[in-house]
Nanobody
């Protein structure tokens, strides 16, 4: 069982930056894939980016890859989502998720989410 706890959300003006953290605990092998999703009212959770637990394979979804970066902080067992040049459409609840490997069908561990609100 993997436990995930997100932090770092908040209300910020457009054009600024936020750093979201996902602290992971439990039995996590190097094959695990850690991901960030965003959910807005009335929509399904949308994939934002991911990284392997061993720190390789960082990937951000096309629409945000020029502004968002996914990384891992091994000293703190944390996965980080750095968001720069925030836009109002980036607002939503950001969830951290984990699955055992690239070939796992679904993400089976989820955090409670952290709210990000970007004002005009």
């Amino acid at each position: 069982q993997v436990q995930l706890v997100e932090s770092g959300g908040g209300l910020v003006p457009a054009g600024t930056s936020l750093r979201l953290s996902c602290r992971a605990s439990g039995r996590i092998s190097s094959d695990y894939v850690m991901a960030w999703f965003r959910q807005t009212p009335g929509r399904e959770r949308a994939f934002v980016g991911s990284i392997r637990w061993n720190g390789i394979g960082a990937y951000a979804e096309t629409s945000v890859k020029d502004r968002f970066t996914v990384s891992r902080d091994p000293a703190h067992n944390t996965v980080v989502l750095e968001m720069n040049g925030l836009k109002p459409e980036d607002s939503g609840v950001y969830y951290c998720a984990a699955k055992p490997s690239l070939w796992s069908e679904r993400y089976d561990s989820w955090g409670q989410g952290t709210q990000v609100t970007v004002s005009e």
